[in-house]
């Protein structure tokens, strides 16, 4: 009896001890600090100063920018030491949908099996296939980090899962995973481990369950040539005309830095380079930049972009496929002003894919547009009228000259009130109706407006009634004009307090009250017109006849 009291005792207390493993653990809010790791790599062509203001970091689903890595699909989280697991000059990727299958902590309860450094979760991570089968070149802009947060000893690795304070730190919504996933940190016992769970609880569980697998890593921001959207932000054939950056808003690729000379090289001398940035280039013109040294092949190009002062990629191109000869490029539409072209051999791998690049040979180029010393001035011609050049004056025109000219009205259009304008600026005609542009530093385009035929312009005509000479207001009566060449064409006036109106194209109109013509016309010119009615008071007096006669 003792013995089965022993057994039960020891059964329940095992039970208890299972059930707070598997109990949520609070994980209070937390700011990452920056995170200690191996020094990072620096490069010529660091990429720290490309401009990065378009990427959105640890938001939403909906908004934090996707970059594509590794064949994979990866949250923006943290950069240059600001975000989760931030580190100067590093951007911290976290993988967006799981990398690989399942995979458990550990294999076995037994013993101290909650320690990171030894568990089957690191293993898979650094020397399984999840990591090894990701290309030698994108490994090698992995930077490996201190790993905190866990039992035991503190491993350095490149790719790592996050712990309990990293997970805290990402936006809520980014950690939702339909199905839960691993972290680094230890659970409530030696044989526990933390996940995130399915309804976005950190939990300590049993080492040996099998969790997602959504891991992170540092990417060396040097390593970075320029970045482009994930999908059709490259042509894909080369030429000389370059094409608008795609912006990288959203989903974007990278092309990488690829420093073994085997794979991709490229050789500009220092006469080439500096004869480029000794120069001028007008939008229009032709750059040429001799090279030799690019490696060929499958996917292989020279290629360049272009990057304005405030570090933003305006444009890209394919210009070669050769080993050697002369890269050109038509100068894009630019404003004047100092820019950088970075030439490179490029491994450009399609969308969705890492692209890489030789070390870029960098250069600047100055883009001015030509100083003109002459300028067109563009006379109009139309309906209605007729603008021609003043005798002494012709185009172009010499830089700060003048021009002049008249607009003249034809007959049925002459009653036209319009406007004359030298590149949308009216102008005002002299006392003889001359017009006249001065100090002209650009091309002129002259334009007229408000030219109307005589029979559709209206204006206002105006009726003051009067009743011995003073404004009646309450007359009570209906007037009508008619257009006095053609009566069909009428008009009904209104109005109160003794004055009425109606608007009526050009011309002279009767004047009638209800059907009675009154005698009295309104002509209207492009003014308007008036005319006062009067009615009079008649007094009659009767004078007796005399009868005594």
């Not at 720290?48 to 939403?60: C, E, F, P, R």
């Not at 006469?271 to 930049?289: D, K, L, W």
């Not at 009646?472 to 109106?501: C, I, P, Q, Y």
Request: hydrophobic share 35%; glycine share 8%.
């Amino acid at each position: 009896m003792k013995r089965k009291l022993t057994w039960r005792t020891w059964a329940l207390a095992l039970s208890i001890f299972l059930m707070l493993g598997m109990l949520p653990i609070s994980a209070a809010a937390n700011t990452v600090e920056p995170l200690a790791g191996e020094p990072l790599a620096t490069a010529p062509g660091s990429a720290t100063k490309n401009d990065w203001s378009w990427m959105t970091v640890n938001g939403t689903k909906n908004n934090t920018t996707v970059v594509y890595f590794a064949d994979s699909e990866w949250y923006v989280v943290g950069f240059n030491g600001g975000g989760v697991a931030a580190a100067p000059g590093a951007i911290t990727l976290f993988s967006v949908n799981g990398f690989g299958a399942n995979a458990k902590f550990n294999h076995s309860t037994v013993g101290v099996q909650n320690q990171y450094m030894t568990s089957n979760l690191r293993t898979e991570l650094t020397t399984g296939t999840r990591f090894t089968a990701i290309d030698e070149r994108e490994r090698s802009v992995m930077v490996s980090r201190l790993l905190d947060g866990v039992a035991g000893t503190q491993p350095t690795d490149p790719l790592w899962a996050l712990s309990t304070d990293e997970a805290n730190s990402l936006d809520t919504d980014l950690r939702i995973d339909n199905t839960g996933w691993g972290l680094r940190s230890a659970g409530a016992n030696n044989y526990s481990a933390m996940v995130v769970n399915k309804v976005n609880q950190m939990i300590s569980t049993y080492v040996t369950t099998a969790f997602a697998v959504r891991p992170a890593f540092h990417l060396n921001l040097s390593s970075v040539v320029f970045t482009s959207a994930a999908e059709g932000g490259k042509p894909a054939a080369a030429g000389q005309e370059l094409s608008v950056a795609a912006a990288s808003v959203g989903k974007a690729k990278l092309t990488m830095v690829d420093r073994n000379t085997d794979n991709l090289n490229l050789t500009v001398t220092q006469e080439v380079y500096s004869g480029i940035e000794r120069n001028t280039y007008a939008p229009g013109s032709t750059v040429e930049i001799a090279y030799s040294d690019a490696k060929t092949g499958a996917n292989k190009y020279v290629s360049c972009v272009i990057m304005d002062s405030n570090a933003r990629i305006t444009h890209y191109g394919k210009l070669s496929d050769k080993a050697s000869g002369t890269a050109t490029f038509t100068v894009p539409a630019l404003a004047d002003g100092s820019y950088t072209i970075k030439l490179f051999n490029e491994e450009a791998n399609g969308d969705k894919k890492t692209d890489y690049a030789s070390e870029p040979v960098e250069m600047i180029m100055t883009v001015a547009k030509p100083v003109e010393t002459s300028f067109n001035v563009t006379l109009p011609t139309g309906t209605g009228y007729t603008a021609s050049v003043k005798s002494g004056s012709s185009s172009p025109v010499d830089r700060d000259g003048s021009y002049s000219f008249k607009v003249e009205l034809d007959p049925e259009y002459n009653l036209s009130v319009i406007t004359v304008k030298a590149n949308n600026k009216t102008l005002t005609p002299d006392g003889n109706g001359v017009y006249t542009v001065s100090n002209i530093t650009e091309h002129q385009i002259i334009t007229v407006t408000g030219v109307k035929h005589n029979s559709t312009i209206t204006a206002t005509a105006k009726l003051n009634i009067q009743k011995d000479d003073a404004g009646w207001s309450g007359h009570g009566k209906n007037f009508t004009l008619k257009l006095s060449t053609d009566e069909t064409k009428t008009a009904r006036m209104t109005g109160t307090d003794g004055t009425v109106k109606a608007s009526v194209p050009i011309g002279t109109w009767k004047i009638y009250e209800g059907s009675a013509y009154t005698g009295m016309t309104i002509t209207i010119d492009s003014t308007g017109g008036t005319a006062t009615l009067n009615y009079y008071t008649v007094k009659f007096f009767v004078i007796d006849a005399d009868t005594s006669k």
